[in-house]
């Protein structure tokens, strides 16, 4: 049976390609794949009534209890025969319900067909997950399938309807069967019925689930969905709304009854709601006009007859409604498709506009006539004997709830027959009034379906003793039976109470159509609210619900965001450390200074940022935002830490000469300060912040109870062959560290170049640039100054109007400074600039190479290579940077990194582990032998990596500010000020 | 093949560092070669993380001591069987990406600067998840953090355009806190107990007074909550996601959040053995669930409303940890991997409907299923996916969190379990309605762009931003599209195929899941115990004992 169910979803995926070849007369070959089913089914008919299920399970997801197993007994095999059978018979009037060239065919094909599958999985499943799996296929198709005519706004507003309500229902459903599956230990209906849970949960657990089935079966209050989803095509609606998917929560709670019938929560549930439905939905199905909506609100009737008598709980009733199932589905489908014919035919289904056609389509009329008999419960109708049996199992029942819902059922079906009447008459007899009219005939093909599903229900009358023996297989699954005698269906069981039930249900019948018009104003006035707009209205309020909350949480304001996050930080941290009342904890040795002279750093950097925090200029809180930066610097070198003191000093320099450049673009002063209150409430925050911080590293350190790991790091030092544990730690320890560190530097550099260059429309340069070779604009008036769009911007030989000079014709301290105006040079400068270079390239070479056994190291060595770099770009100006330098920064980055990562390889291909350390004793003649170490390789890796780094700040926020400013003001705007930060 | 194996473990960091260091060599020369050294390289992390996968599966926990030096001296990095998962996830889905915006970037003829960023960026990012996850040392998984952060400011702020400046800065310095917060943590901890390794750390954090632990803990919780968006610490997300560039955004929706999310799981299984916090935990992932959907509800721009769903399932997540059970556990694992391949594909799919549409507002686009019934299916799948519909492995994800959530059967687990229902319901309402408007109205109701329109992006672009009111989208906004570097991308029906190719690759491995779904299960429940007996973890960095 797994290759039934794959063979349709494959003929689903097929669908829209035979569509596309042979128009609509695909469906006759999509219609096989259900006929094999049926027939399929049929062939294990016998085996299956006789006790012998047919089943297979193959393990899917064992922890999650998920199996594909399928298995069909008696149930599954009556579900079967109707949602394939009819299935087939769909398609084939499909066939002839569309034009070739409907929108859409293709994929409305395929998603019947794939539908057909689902419903077929959903009956033939022994799985609680597996049966949700393919109720949830069914939901999402019946989406597709509803809002098929999607350019109308009905169409897919009643879709969404559908799949949100059904849905709805399904989870609901999903944590019941969870419930359920984790209660019996078992997740197989099979076991799960042979020894059914019990208990408050399972109580729980069932009324979760009967929430998905009645709303999947549109039973009250969620049958809402069902009118509205007759926007689909009429094909769907006869098949979905007849046969298959609203009887998929009919056929749940006919699957469970046996296992739960007996417990309050299942029988009343079901008799009330499906009671309640019936009547209700019958007495507005009386006054529609409609053909299709008088049968929407007929068939959410009938459900509801189908839900109170399957959840009855007893034997009989059992057997009765799945009689009465089997009447439903052959007579409600054929009633849907003649609708569809009459559309189609016509042009209309409004019965006060159709007039005469019993006599110009015979054929309809009298499948139809068929069809509403049986649904009306005449004799010799299938829908006579179920309903003859349903009375007579409620009436045995001898259970009070049982037969004040008894009365129920007969109201509902004297309204059953009343718009059974009103149908006929309304879609066939001839209206005094109404001229008859026009009629297209169907073709023979298009008719045959109903009839041949009218002809059944013919059929089904006589033959259902013979029919009994099949049903009551099911039937006898279910224990309780009220002590009775277990029934049969037969067409006469001789004059008593149920038979006189029908007459009068016939005669009550008889006269609401006598008094429609009474009726049809009587409708109106006691009429329910209409559901879809109580849906809406539902939506609307959880919408706008929703909305305010978003709208309280999702303020879009970062200092809101940052608040929430600090207010979380401090309340959620100080619950613990109150109740645990951590300052009792055993103090740690404070030693509050080391030397007294720390104090001097320490009021520093306490003023500073206090100061900056009231700084309004930028410049100076940038400055003293530095000055706590030496101050901590200044500590690091007091502590005895001149590696930490040398970098942190090293940094802070760079980072205030990188605002310095970066403050040309900004407005000298912070902007205006928020409400007093706000800086209150953020400054109490801060504070506590700040307070929790500190107090916390108290705690921490009173907590301890261990030794750190630092003490091993001497000897790790010395096992390196290093004496600076710092530097040992930089680039061998934790170089892994140093690795990623370095690229975060890179995509710094990345992010630098990012945000000043890429905005420009550029073209690349051609020629590349020469180093020692200086070009200066000839005139900057005219300067369209097209810079290179690399990210590395090299504008050195920008085409015609510049002159080269050679450098070398006209020797210069700084042959850059050419380009500068007079007034912006300083020989000074430029002396010193000139002489100090080489100095400092030396001091970070030196820095670099010593730097594994004394202060220093590659990242040390590289910066100061980069305040060289700066000095030169300070004292000449854009061109003196480019001339610095050959190289462009994106290289040295690059090739930064491919050196430190290449070393790491190199460890796990050369060495025992990735970035493994090696040496090389490099013998030179007349010197000392040079000892290399691949640490001083990967140490070589992020000097390069930190000057390009430098080099790209200069590259962006140095020239590439300079040169945006001496555009704009060529272009005659002041320097233009930009607050980019919020 | 055992002895080989742990040779593996540092290469998902090494090998996309090594490239990108190739690409900024390179610069803008080679345009063929260089993304052809991402493309092997990424590729390369994928086979090397389903060896792994396998490897670990088989063999146990691997563990490399950096350089050789033994832990707790030395880093360690360690691939048991989550990280490996997460790596292999993570590199299927940057490999994705990383192909889509190659066809991105040659289909809008973007010049070559902002590309020779962008590639290289992107694979810092790569390498720095990976390490994040292989990270077998508290600082060294900060680290990671960092790499991916930066890398992550300067792809957000791609092409410098005002509103990706505006948004990014929310982004930036929400994260920057976020670090510091996790750097203070790092300090306090290494404080009071003298180690960052995490496996030392897992016996020593033990040792302390129970309420100092608690603090540790709800810092570090904090910090990885930041980064995972949980409620209320996510406000952020939707802010700052959406105004970046298709490629960009999925994979920060994918990838980064789960980088929190794995952090947390850490936290709460290996660093530390109590059970104390799993009760705030679960409040924390019910609002978060269930705020996080409401905002989707309301949203009408695609980018914004599936920010807002990945808030949301990010409760998933923190349900399956806050129960701290085997099933929950398993569950938020599996939901992990779910829910970073179908965020991704989804926000792919966003950038193909802006590209035919030429918007990303639902009151602009309409009859996309008759336009592009390519990108109806190929949206469809992966959105069902999203609401949890089955047999798909959002619907896994989820039955394995609801079973646990009632097997744990506490008032708070049914009561977390309806939560996680309201929210399936209502990300399928919210799907339904972008479908219903984007997909299936017809197509003259919306407001169509017409096909080669040129979508320029303005300077004063101010819609989307964290400036709108009350953070609501504001009724007929449209924010024009913009490529990778900034530049106007132009209307076609036409998706270039490495775009086209990339999405399809990720549709179909997110359907796989569902097909291997036994396979995928019973790994993550292997997962799942390990990481609560945690001795796997601690043995294979300590094959002696914890020192």
């Known amino acids: ?982 | 093949m055992e002895a080989f194996l742990h040779y593996l473990v540092p290469l998902p960091v090494v090998l996309p560092l090594f490239a990108a260091g190739l690409k900024f060599a390179l610069g803008v020369r080679l345009q063929r070669l260089s993304q052809a050294v991402s493309v092997v390289a990424l590729a390369a992390v994928l086979v090397i993380g389903l060896v792994l996968l396998f490897g670990v599966d088989a063999y146990g926990p691997q563990v490399v001591q950096v350089g050789g030096w033994e832990a707790p001296i030395g880093i360690t990095l360690v691939a048991d069987r989550l990280s490996t998962l997460m790596v292999t996830v993570s590199s299927a889905i940057t490999l994705c990406v990383l192909v889509y915006s190659v066809g991105q970037g040659a289909a809008d003829q973007e010049e070559a600067t902002p590309l020779a960023i962008f590639y290289p960026t992107f694979l810092i990012l790569v390498a720095g998840v990976s390490n994040a996850f292989l990270a077998g040392d508290l600082f060294n998984m900060y680290v990671g953090f960092e790499i991916l952060l930066t890398s992550s400011y300067v792809l957000l702020t791609q092409g410098g355009t005002a509103a990706r400046i505006r948004t990014g800065s929310t982004y930036v310095v929400v994260s920057l806190v976020s670090s510091v917060i996790f750097l203070v943590a790092i300090g306090l901890i290494y404080g009071a107990t003298g180690t960052v390794n995490m496996a030392q750390l897992s016996v020593r954090l033990g040792e302390l007074p129970v309420q100092l632990q608690l603090v540790l803990q709800v810092m570090l919780l904090l910090a990885f909550a930041i980064k995972a968006a949980v409620f209320p610490l996510s406000a952020w997300l939707p802010d700052s996601y959406p105004t970046a560039p298709a490629p960009v955004t999925a994979v920060f929706a994918g990838l980064l959040t789960k980088v929190g999310v794995y952090a947390m799981i850490r936290t709460q299984t290996l660093l530390f053995d109590n059970d104390a916090l799993n009760g705030v935990l679960l409040w924390a992932a019910l609002a978060t669930m269930v705020i996080g959907i409401f905002g989707a509800m309301s949203q009408n721009d695609i980018k914004r409303l599936l920010s807002f769903t990945l808030v949301s399932h990010i409760g998933y997540m923190v349900f399956g940890i806050g129960l701290a059970s085997l099933h929950g556990l398993s569950g938020a694992v599996f939901y992990v991997a779910h829910h970073i391949t179908v965020q991704t594909t989804l926000f792919l799919v966003t950038g193909l409907i802006e590209r035919r549409g030429g918007s990303t507002s639902l009151n602009d686009l309409s009859g996309l299923a008759k336009l592009s019934p390519m990108l109806g299916v190929l949206f469809f799948l992966p959105a069902m996916n999203l609401a949890g519909i089955p047999p798909l492995s959002g619907f896994l994800g989820k039955l394995g969190l609801l079973q646990a959530g009632v097997r744990e059967g506490t008032p708070l687990a049914y009561l977390l379990v309806a939560g996680a229902v309201l929210t399936s319901l209502l990300t399928l309402f919210s799907i339904v309605r972008m479908w219903n408007y984007a997909f299936w109205r017809d197509p003259d109701d919306g407001r169509p762009v017409a096909l080669g329109t040129l979508l320029e992006s303005s300077e004063d672009d101010s819609v989307m931003g964290p400036s709108s009111p009350a953070g609501i989208s504001v009724v007929g906004g449209t924010r024009p599209p913009i490529g990778i570097g900034g530049k106007a991308v132009m209307t076609s029906d036409v998706f270039p195929p490495l775009m086209l190719a990339a999405t399809v690759a990720l549709v179909v491995l997110g359907v796989a899941y569902t097909v291997f779904a036994g396979p995928l299960i019973g790994y993550s429940e292997a997962t799942a115990a390990e990481l609560l007996a945690r001795t796997p973890y601690v043995e294979a960095v300590f094959p002696g004992g914890v020192r």
């Open chain 1, 1 to 982: 049976m797994v290759w039934l169910l794959t063979a349709h979803f494959a003929a689903a995926a097929l669908a829209p390609l035979l569509v596309r070849w042979w128009g609509r007369n695909a469906f006759l070959a999509l219609a096989l794949v259900p006929a094999a089913t049926t027939g399929w089914a049929l062939a294990q008919a016998l085996g299956v009534v006789a006790g012998t299920p047919v089943g297979v399970r193959i393990p899917w997801a064992p922890e999650y209890h998920l199996t594909l197993a399928f298995r069909m007994d008696t149930l599954s095999l009556v579900m079967t025969l109707i949602a394939a059978g009819i299935g087939t018979l769909i398609l084939v009037y499909c066939a002839r319900y569309f034009t070739d060239d409907e929108p859409g065919l293709g994929r409305f094909a395929g998603v019947l067909t794939g539908f057909a599958g689902a419903m077929v999985g959903l009956v033939l499943a022994d799985d609680l997950i597996q049966l949700y799996v393919y109720w949830e296929l069914t939901t999402v198709f019946s989406y597709l399938l509803i809002g098929h005519y999607t350019e109308r706004r009905d169409s897919r507003r009643a879709a969404a309807l559908a799949i949100n309500v059904t849905t709805l229902g399904g989870l609901a459903m999903l944590v019941g069967l969870i419930m359920l599956g984790e209660a019996a230990g078992t997740y197989l209906i099979s076991e799960l019925l042979a020894d059914p849970p019990g208990g408050p949960l399972t109580t729980v657990a069932l009324a979760l689930v009967l929430v998905g089935a009645l709303s999947k079966s549109a039973i009250l209050p969620f049958s809402l969905w069902l009118p509205s989803a007759m926007q689909a095509p009429t094909p769907v609606s006869g098949y979905l709304h007849a046969a298959a998917m609203v009887k998929a929560g009919v056929y749940l709670v006919a699957r469970l009854t046996p296992g739960f019938g007996d417990l309050a929560v299942w029988q009343y549930t079901t008799l009330a709601f499906g009671t309640v439905t019936m009547v209700a939905a019958g007495w507005k199905a009386l006054r529609q006009n409609d053909l299709k909506l008088l049968l929407a609100y007929g068939t959410v009737s009938q459900l509801g007859f189908l839900t109170a008598v399957l959840g009855a709980g007893t034997r009989d009733a059992a057997l009765a409604g799945l009689a009465m199932l089997c009447a439903h589905a052959v007579f409600k489908a054929p009633l849907f498709l003649v609708v569809g014919i009459i559309d189609h035919s016509t042009g209309t289904r409004d019965l006060r506009e159709l007039s005469g056609l019993r006599r110009s389509m015979p054929a309809v009329f009298w499948t139809s006539v068929l069809a509403l008999a049986s649904m009306a419960g005449l004799p010799p109708m299938a829908g006579f004997a179920a309903k003859e049996a349903v009375f007579g199992a409620f009436e045995h029942s001898g259970s009070p709830v049982l037969l004040v819902a008894l009365v129920g059922l007969v109201v509902g079906s004297v309204f059953t027959v009343g718009y059974s009447l009103r149908f006929l008459w309304g879609a066939f007899f001839d209206k005094p009034d109404v001229p008859p009219t026009p009629v297209h005939p169907p073709a023979p093909l298009f008719v045959a379906p109903a009839l041949l599903l009218g002809l059944l229900g013919l059929v089904g009358g006589p033959a259902s003793s013979l029919l009994d023996p099949v049903l009551a297989a099911y039937a006898d699954t279910v224990p309780w039976n009220a002590g009775n005698d277990p029934a049969h269906l037969a067409l006469w069981h001789g004059f008593n109470l149920p038979l006189l039930l029908s007459a009068l249900c016939l005669a009550g019948g008889l006269a609401l159509f006598r008094w429609r018009t009474a009726v049809a104003w009587a409708g109106a006035r006691f009429a329910l609210p209409d559901a879809a707009a109580v849906y809406r209205r539902i939506v609307y309020y959880i919408v706008s619900f929703a909305t305010q909350v978003t709208g309280a949480t999702q303020r879009g304001s970062l200092p809101i965001y940052l608040g929430t996050i600090l207010v979380t930080l401090v309340a959620a941290s100080a619950l613990p450390i109150i109740q645990g009342r951590l300052w009792t904890l055993e103090a740690p040795p404070v030693r509050w200074w080391d030397t007294p002279v720390q104090f001097i750093p320490a009021a520093v950097i306490v003023a500073a940022a206090l100061w900056a925090l009231m700084a309004r200029g930028r410049l100076f809180a940038v400055v003293l935002a530095g000055m706590t930066g030496y101050g901590t610097a200044t500590l690091f070198a007091l502590q005895g830490a001149p590696d930490l003191a040398l970098t942190q000093f090293l940094v802070e320099t760079v980072s205030l000469v990188v605002f310095v450049l970066v403050l040309r673009r900004l407005p000298p002063r912070f902007s205006t300060p928020v409400l007093r209150t706000r800086r209150v409430l953020n400054l109490l925050i801060g504070a506590a912040t700040g307070l929790l911080v500190a107090s916390m590293a108290y705690f921490a350190l009173a907590g301890r109870r261990a030794e750190t790991i630092s003490g091993g790091y001497p000897a790790a030092a010395e096992e390196a062959g290093g004496h600076n544990i710092i530097s040992v730690l930089l680039v061998d320890v934790r170089a892994w560290d140093t690795m990623g560190e370095i690229s975060v530097l890179a995509s710094v550099a990345a992010g630098v170049a990012s945000l000043l260059f890429v905005r420009r429309r550029t073209r690349r340069l051609r020629a590349p640039a020469v180093p020692g070779r200086l070009s200066v604009p000839v005139s900057s008036a005219t300067g369209s100054a097209q810079t290179d769009g690399e990210w590395s911007p090299l504008p050195l030989g920008v085409a015609e109007n510049i002159v080269t000079v050679r450098a070398e014709a006209k020797p210069l301290w700084l042959p850059g400074v050419l380009a500068l105006s007079q007034e912006r040079r300083s020989i000074i400068f430029e002396v010193v600039a000139r002489l100090l270079f080489p100095v400092i390239l030396v001091l970070s070479v030196f820095l670099l190479v010593t730097g594994h056994s004394s202060v220093g190291g590659g990242f040390a060595g590289g910066i100061v290579a980069g305040l060289g770099l700066m000095v030169r770009y300070l004292a000449g100006g854009r061109h003196e940077l480019y001339l610095t330098l050959g190289l462009q920064p994106g290289v040295l980055i690059g090739l930064g990194m491919t050196i430190t990562t290449g070393t790491a390889l190199a460890g796990a291909v050369f060495g025992t582990e990735i970035l493994a350390g090696g040496a090389y004793d490099l013998h030179l003649p007349f010197m000392e032998p040079v000892h290399l170490t691949s640490a001083l390789a990967f140490d070589f890796g992020v000097y390069m990596l930190v000057v390009g780094l430098i080099q790209d700040i200069l590259y962006s926020l140095g020239s590439g500010i300079d040169e945006q400013m001496e555009r704009e003001r060529q272009a005659g705007r002041a320097p233009q000020s930009e607050e980019v930060t919020a």
